[in-house]
């Protein structure tokens, strides 16, 4: 499922959160194609003067969620090239689970693990970008949600 294909299924006035938001690229996008979703977002640095107005920020590790947000506040979570950051993923995703209504949708992508071998850019490659601690492959990650109860949906 392609990210536009996950935002246009969501409900109308669902509530949103963009996990690990960076300069939100992603949050203008959604600002563009489904304005009635409820947005907040949180980054690790302020990013709030970045962002399209109306998006709720919040200064905060994504390993920390469970204390930045209420419990079973989300309809949905995106997360884009952030797992891939993380030394230990876990806390992250119990965070996840834990704001997440029950029956809400987890939105992961990450850089496909063929890039710790072949460029994406010239002289850039997974392991150029130092913050990157872990590549995660399909069955990383069909571990990773087996282990926490999550549901697969492609």
């Known amino acids: 499922m392609t990210l536009d294909d996950f935002i246009r299924s969501l409900p109308e ?21 489904r304005p009635d979703l409820r947005v ?38 995106i997360t884009q090239h952030v797992i891939e950051h993380l030394l230990f993923p876990m806390p992250f995703i119990e965070g996840c689970k834990q704001v997440l209504k029950p029956g809400g949708l987890l939105y992961i992508e990450t850089p496909n693990w063929i890039r710790a071998y072949l460029p994406f850019y010239p002289r850039l490659w997974f392991w ?25 949906v492609t």
Do not use: M, W
């Open 40 to 77: 907040k977002a949180c980054d690790i640095r302020d990013t709030s003067a970045q962002l399209p107005s109306g998006v709720v920020f919040q200064v905060g590790s994504v390993e920390n969620l469970g204390h930045l947000y209420g419990e079973n506040e989300f309809d949905a979570i």
């Open 128 to 152: 150029t970008d130092y913050t990157h601690v872990r590549i995660f492959s399909k069955a990383t990650f069909r571990r990773l949600c087996r282990d926490f109860d999550l549901d697969i």
């Open 13 to 33: 006035g669902a509530s949103v959160l963009d996990a690990g938001c960076g300069p939100g690229k992603i949050l203008h996008h959604i600002a563009k194609i």
